[in-house]
């Protein structure tokens, strides 16, 4: 069985910041990419930023500058430092991660359940 676990998201001021964190755990022989998305009311689910193990990033136009992804891939778990909120970034944040069990050759993603983040005065 695997899991993956988002973490951190929370009510904050325009402008403030926040934290999200994910982790993958359970029987996992490998994990390659890990991606952020998010997910406003009546809107799609949109991609936010991603890593590669080698720690190459990818961000969305509307969040460069503001946010910023890392990994630490000996605890399975990725991050999102979010910086200089707006409003507009108010979603639900999902995290996907592409594992390889060992019983497996290839790799598949994981969803997260989501972490709420809201930004309001």
């Known amino acids: 069985q695997v899991q993956v676990v988002e973490s951190g998201g929370g009510l904050v001021q325009p402008g403030g910041s926040l934290r999200l964190s994910c982790t993958a755990s359970g029987s996992i022989a490998d994990v390659n990419i890990m991606t952020w998305y998010r997910q406003a009311p009546g809107q799609e689910r949109e991609l936010v930023a991603g890593?590669?193990?080698?720690?190459?990033?990818n961000y969305a136009d509307s969040i460069k500058g503001r946010f910023t992804i890392s990994r630490d891939n000996d605890k399975n778990t990725v991050y999102l430092q979010m910086n200089s909120l707006k409003p507009e970034d108010t979603a639900v944040y999902y995290c996907n991660v592409h594992i390889r069990v060992p019983e497996w050759g290839f790799y598949r993603p994981y969803w997260g359940q989501g972490t709420q983040v809201t930004v309001s005065s």
């Open positions: 890593i590669s193990k080698d720690s190459r990033t």
